[in-house]
């Protein structure tokens, strides 16, 4: 089976070179781009009905991006499911998706983040994350569980401005040394507006004591990191 998902790989690959290559422009060019997917996709189908996950996964990806009718959506629902029921995570937060959206199956919130839970668990930052942003902006918002999980993501490899989320839902529930942490470890990694806003911090008081020197120091490291307003800031109070 693993054979068969590596062939069917392998045959989508060269397809995709011959996009790269501009060597669809002819009618020939297009019908070998043709065949090597059609190819592909029969391996996938094989491996799949084997009981391959990985193969279930990639059929699932392509009836969803590449079906050309009302039931593609349906169809990926159908590969991902048997997909993730193997505890395939890239499956699962596919699932997450489609039942999040309701593409292919009713609308069902609590069904996707069942999918994005057994995902994020699978080992995917990106259904950590979203979790994350689910409990810190959703319908069941609760910013314990959202640091939870956005810091789940952050172990998991996330990238991006996490530590500012984390920092957020810390001022959010009120705990300013927390918060102020978070905010440095994001600014520290090079995050403008996380760095803009530990300077508004400081520089009204909010949570922290009220030190005008120490908000002018983390305006110019925003402004350093290429924020725009910072640098507004900086001009307009003649610094």
């Known amino acids: 089976m693993e054979e068969l998902y590596q062939k069917g790989m392998e045959l989508w690959e060269t397809a995709e070179q011959l996009i790269k290559q501009h060597k669809i422009d002819s009618s020939e060019g297009r019908r070998e781009m043709v065949s090597y997917q059609k190819q592909a996709v029969e391996c996938w189908q094989t491996a799949a009905e084997q009981g391959d996950a990985k193969a279930q996964h990639q059929l699932g990806c392509y009836f969803?991006?590449?079906g050309k009718n009302s039931n593609k959506n349906k169809k990926a629902f159908e590969w991902y499911s048997k997909?993730?029921?193997q505890g395939y995570a890239p499956a699962q937060y596919e699932l997450g998706f489609l039942y999040s959206y309701g593409?292919?199956?009713p609308m069902n919130y609590k069904?996707?983040?069942y999918w994005y839970e057994k995902a994020a668990e699978g080992g995917m930052a990106s259904a950590a994350h979203i979790l994350g942003d689910r409990y810190c902006e959703g319908k069941s918002r609760n910013y314990?569980?959202?640091i939870y999980w956005y810091t789940k993501a952050l172990e998991l490899g996330m990238q991006g401005a996490v530590e500012h989320q984390i920092g957020w839902c810390y001022e959010k529930l009120g705990d300013f040394s927390h918060a102020i942490e978070w905010y440095m470890k994001g600014a520290e990694k090079?995050?403008?507006d996380t760095a803009y806003h530990l300077a508004e911090l400081y520089e009204?008081?909010?949570g922290v004591p009220k030190d005008f020197t120490k908000a002018i120091e983390w305006y110019r490291v925003s402004a350093k990191l290429g924020y725009p307003d910072a640098d507004l800031w900086l001009k307009e109070k003649g610094f």
Do not use: R
């Open 103 to 105: 593409l292919g199956i």
């Open 190 to 192: 090079g995050i403008g």
């Open 83 to 85: 997909a993730a029921e």
């Open 204 to 206: 009204i008081g909010t």
């Open 144 to 146: 314990k569980k959202a």
């Open 64 to 66: 969803y991006n590449y």
């Open 111 to 113: 069904m996707g983040g």
